[in-house]
């Protein structure tokens, strides 16, 4: 049984991935800002591993309830074996182009808000000797291109800082996983027409989630073409790829 921590529980790819850990009578606490919405997934999760469920219902751009936070999911679980970390923002790339408020609002929660999470988790997890810190980073944190380079930067910051953590704590037996999806067909992406082989359902990702943490795994691009996809477009020459409309 693990003692699972879901930051941004109310997320498509968080719910179903909960959903397949319940399957295996995962114990939960939900993390989310809408407590009607956690309230109902807590209740599925609840049927669904027949363990009861904790929520609590948090605003995660606010750094300092940080510390709080995860001191309560840690009294409550009796420590945390597995934390995943799923909140985000899909900012307006040309809003943000326009407002450095914008900008920077979406860095805050997208980048620094995982940093400092991942920052108190892992010191957790170190001192504690073990657990498995699991983060949803993007492609689109291999390179920056002009439709979304304020959401690539942000999510390139964290795929980084997950490099550097695993770096530090793999050699004392703490899992650090960092997550790669493409296209996903959840409410982040409701605006996009969602057509074409490139785009995956939420489940298609969280089979990928539990796989990665069961196989061990390091970085994992979700569906799975999407290394090759992308090791191309980190292989483009810079002379020619600002040359591109991407
Ligand atoms: N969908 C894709 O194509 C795609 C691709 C690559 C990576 N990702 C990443 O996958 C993760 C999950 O996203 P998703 O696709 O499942 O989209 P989603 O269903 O829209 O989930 C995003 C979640 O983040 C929550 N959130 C945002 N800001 C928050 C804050 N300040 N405090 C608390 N919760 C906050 C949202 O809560 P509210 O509902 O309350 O706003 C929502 O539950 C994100 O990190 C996203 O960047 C998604």
């Not at 999470?117 to 492609?139: D, K």
């Not at 959840?186 to 298609?204: H, I, N, R, S, V």
């Amino acid at each position: 049984m693990r003692n699972m921590l879901i930051i941004g529980a109310t997320s498509a790819i968080a719910e179903a991935t909960a959903r397949r850990f319940a399957a295996t009578g995962a114990r939960f606490y939900l993390v989310g800002r809408h407590a009607e919405r956690l309230a109902a997934i807590a209740r599925d999760l609840e049927i669904r591993s027949g363990q009861p469920v904790a929520s609590e219902s948090l605003d995660l751009d606010q750094l300092d309830q940080h510390p709080g936070l995860l001191e309560r999911a840690d009294q409550a679980l009796g420590g945390i074996d597995l934390a995943l970390i799923a909140h985000g923002t899909l900012p307006d790339q040309n809003g943000c182009q326009q407002s450095v408020q914008k900008t920077l609002a979406a860095i805050h929660t997208n980048a620094l808000s995982v940093i400092s999470l991942t920052t108190l988790l892992a010191n957790r997890f170190e001192q504690r000797g073990r657990g498995t810190l699991i983060a949803i980073s993007s492609v689109a944190g291999d390179r920056g291109r002009q439709s979304n380079y304020v959401y690539g930067a942000a999510k390139g910051m964290i795929s980084l800082l997950l490099q550097g953590l695993r770096n530090r704590l793999s050699s004392k037996g703490i899992q650090v996983i960092t997550i790669k999806p493409g296209f996903v067909d959840t409410p982040m992406t409701a605006a996009f027409e969602k057509k074409g082989l490139l785009w995956a359902q939420p489940d298609q990702i969280a089979k990928g989630i539990v796989a990665a943490v069961e196989r061990g795994r390091d970085e994992v691009y979700l569906p799975w073409f999407w290394r090759w996809i992308m090791l191309v477009i980190r292989h483009i020459p810079e002379r020619l790829f600002k040359r591109l409309q991407l």
